[in-house]
């Protein structure tokens, strides 16, 4: 089973530090140990060579019959027991011990009758330089980790710094922002020489770009051809007007209105992609407005008034949404349809196959339909785009029982500023 890190450990500012760590530590502790096994082994050697000559000097001295030196002596008090063996078995050796509470170096051989001659040497002033050398290190080397973890971590910080703007920006993309540039310092300068990050910041630069050119494109073409489709349709209605009556005429006149339409509808969408829509705001009784959309439908919706509510909003352009959603309910849904006024929230419900898949994962798209529905794809677009113009939410959802539904949600006047509506004026 893999295992689960916590959220602190993703940064990867946190995994550098780590990194970093972990790799300064075991050089350290690689370093340390090298410079104090040869600084021990050079201690200890000289240590050794001091004791055995004096041992020498005191085999010397014992054989001659003469008095043997202080620290000189036959099986002397606290020599170790594996020295004095090692002795016994006729051969020479040094070893380290405590004796009399301080650090002796002892050197002993054999002498007559399987005894041991042993001389002991102070080792106080060596085992100090040992013990000093360590904490030299553990001091250096904590040092040295702390001071490479903190310019690592600067250095990490100031690239991970311009991946989070990069990020920042490309979210900013996504949302519609299309202006949205990271403009990273390094690729201002083509003479510096570009890193990585610098590199996905100038390729994200270029993107957003080369989609906004091409959006922009694709709105003054649609905006360009619903300009050019009025005068000619202008003049196809008044001819059609002067047909006679009749079967064909009547086709000619719904089909000249359905183009009329579909043109109002592309220049409509034109105007809220360039995003320069100004509202005309007032206070609405959200309750009656949503009676006056559906009356002003002609259909068969019910209207329901959970909790009535007052709005601040922009009348024609929330008329245009409910219009939109309730016609949408009854083209693409069926019976029954309900409007319901919950509050600053208002949802439209049918009781149809429901949304397709991609519109409740991505929003409508303009000229796309699915599963042989008719129309163009617009209501829903403009419904959309005037629900961003007017400040509300607007979401497409299916109903787990079957059908579409449409949610509005709408900003709420203050009660400050209902009382103020509600005052009489004089």
């Given at each position: 089973?893999?295992?689960?890190?916590?959220?602190?450990?993703?940064?990867?500012?946190?995994?550098?530090?780590?990194?970093?760590?972990?790799?300064?530590?075991?050089?350290?502790?690689?370093?340390?140990?090298?410079?104090?096994?040869?600084?021990?082994?050079?201690?200890v050697?000289?240590?050794?060579?001091?004791?055995?000559?004096?041992?020498?000097?005191?085999?010397?001295?014992?054989?001659?019959?003469?008095?043997?030196?202080?620290?000189a002596?036959?099986?002397?008090?606290?020599?170790?027991?594996?020295?004095?063996?090692?002795?016994?078995?006729?051969?020479?050796?040094?070893?380290?011990?405590?004796?009399?509470g301080?650090?002796?170096?002892?050197?002993?051989?054999?002498?007559?009758?399987h005894?041991?001659?042993?001389?002991?040497?102070?080792y106080?002033?060596?085992?100090?330089?040992?013990?000093?050398?360590?904490?030299?290190?553990?001091?250096?080397?904590?040092?040295?980790?702390?001071?490479?973890?903190?310019?690592g971590?600067?250095?990490?910080?100031?690239?991970?710094?311009?991946?989070?703007?990069?990020?920042?920006?490309?979210?900013?993309?996504?949302?519609?922002?299309?202006?949205?540039r990271?403009?990273?310092?390094?690729?201002?300068?083509?003479?510096?020489?570009?890193?990585?990050?610098?590199?996905?910041?100038?390729?994200?630069?270029?993107?957003?770009?080369?989609?906004?050119?091409?959006?922009?494109?694709?709105?003054?073409?649609?905006?360009?051809?619903?300009?050019?489709?009025?005068?000619?349709?202008?003049?196809?209605?008044?001819?059609?007007?002067?047909?006679?009556?009749?079967?064909?005429?009547?086709?000619?006149?719904?089909?000249?209105?359905?183009?009329?339409?579909?043109?109002?509808?592309?220049?409509?969408i034109?105007?809220?992609?360039?995003?320069?829509?100004?509202?005309?705001?007032?206070?609405?009784?959200?309750?009656?407005?949503?009676?006056?959309?559906?009356?002003?439908?002609?259909?068969d919706?019910?209207?329901?008034?959970?909790?009535?509510?007052?709005?601040?909003?922009?009348?024609?352009?929330?008329?245009?949404?409910?219009?939109?959603?309730?016609?949408?309910?009854?083209?693409?849904?069926?019976?029954?349809?309900?409007?319901?006024?919950?509050?600053?929230?208002?949802?439209?419900?049918?009781?149809?196959?429901?949304?397709?898949?991609?519109?409740?994962?991505?929003?409508?798209?303009?000229?796309?339909?699915?599963?042989?529905?008719?129309?163009?794809?617009?209501?829903?677009?403009i419904?959309?785009?005037?629900?961003?113009?007017?400040?509300?939410?607007?979401?497409?959802?299916?109903?787990?029982d079957?059908?579409?539904?449409?949610?509005?949600?709408?900003?709420?006047?203050?009660?400050?500023?209902?009382?103020?509506?509600?005052?009489?004026?004089?």
């Amino acid at each position: 089973m893999k295992p689960v890190l916590p959220r602190w450990a993703g940064p990867l500012a946190v995994k550098a530090a780590v990194f970093i760590t972990v790799m300064c530590c075991a050089l350290a502790a690689l370093l340390g140990v090298l410079v104090h096994v040869s600084v021990t082994n050079q201690t200890v050697g000289q240590a050794r060579a001091q004791a055995l000559s004096r041992l020498g000097d005191a085999t010397e001295a014992y054989e001659a019959g003469d008095t043997l030196l202080p620290g000189a002596g036959v099986d002397p008090e606290g020599l170790p027991a594996s020295l004095r063996s090692l002795a016994a078995s006729g051969r020479r050796g040094t070893i380290v011990s405590r004796h009399r509470g301080r650090p002796t170096m002892w050197a002993a051989g054999p002498v007559a009758g399987h005894r041991a001659l042993a001389v002991e040497v102070d080792y106080s002033q060596q085992s100090r330089t040992i013990a000093g050398l360590d904490n030299s290190i553990l001091w250096s080397s904590g040092l040295a980790i702390g001071a490479t973890v903190l310019v690592g971590v600067f250095a990490v910080t100031r690239v991970t710094r311009r991946l989070h703007a990069t990020a920042r920006v490309a979210r900013r993309i996504s949302a519609g922002d299309l202006d949205a540039r990271v403009d990273d310092p390094l690729t201002k300068d083509p003479s510096r020489p570009q890193d990585e990050v610098a590199a996905v910041a100038a390729a994200l630069d270029t993107m957003a770009s080369t989609l906004q050119s091409k959006l922009l494109s694709e709105q003054r073409f649609t905006a360009d051809v619903a300009h050019e489709l009025r005068t000619p349709l202008t003049g196809l209605h008044a001819a059609a007007e002067l047909l006679p009556p009749g079967r064909p005429t009547e086709l000619v006149r719904d089909r000249v209105a359905a183009l009329r339409t579909l043109t109002e509808d592309l220049l409509e969408i034109s105007r809220l992609d360039t995003g320069r829509e100004r509202l005309d705001v007032g206070t609405e009784e959200l309750g009656a407005l949503a009676r006056r959309v559906v009356r002003a439908s002609g259909t068969d919706t019910e209207v329901r008034i959970v909790r009535g509510a007052r709005v601040e909003t922009d009348r024609r352009r929330l008329e245009r949404v409910l219009g939109n959603l309730v016609a949408n309910a009854h083209k693409h849904g069926r019976a029954p349809v309900v409007l319901t006024v919950d509050g600053a929230v208002v949802t439209v419900r049918d009781r149809g196959e429901g949304y397709p898949g991609y519109l409740v994962a991505h929003g409508p798209q303009r000229f796309r339909t699915e599963g042989g529905a008719t129309g163009h794809g617009l209501g829903l677009t403009i419904a959309l785009g005037q629900a961003e113009v007017l400040g509300a939410r607007l979401v497409f959802a299916n109903a787990v029982d079957g059908g579409a539904v449409a949610t509005l949600v709408l900003p709420v006047v203050p009660p400050s500023a209902q009382k103020n509506d509600e005052s009489p004026r004089l």
